[in-house]
């Protein structure tokens, strides 16, 4: 893929992973997809409303492990 993919297409690649699972995405696979997407907004391939979006198709994972690595884990010392 040598081109940006559209909202649309990320979408759409979701929601077939999400039906492939019967609606529920295991935790591993869902923790990609967290990753995946937090990649894409970082770099400013996705906009704030997309993202949103998109993470709302995620279940929800207790201490997700992206979140931090996201966000920064800041000065734990």
């Known amino acids: 893929m040598s081109e ?3 909202f649309e297409e990320l979408r759409s690649r979701l929601g077939v992973d999400v039906a492939h699972y019967k609606g529920q ?7 990609v997809w967290y990753g995946y997407i937090a990649a ?3 770099w400013s391939l996705i906009s704030l409303p997309e993202y949103d979006q998109l993470i709302a198709m995620l279940p929800q ?14 000065d734990e010392t």
């Not at 995405?25 to 923790?31: C, G, H, K």
């Open 40 to 42: 894409l907004f970082e």
């Open 25 to 31: 995405l295991p935790e591993r696979v869902a923790l």
């Open 4 to 6: 940006k993919p559209t």
């Open 61 to 74: 994972i207790p201490e997700n492990p992206v979140v931090p690595i996201f966000l920064g884990r800041g």
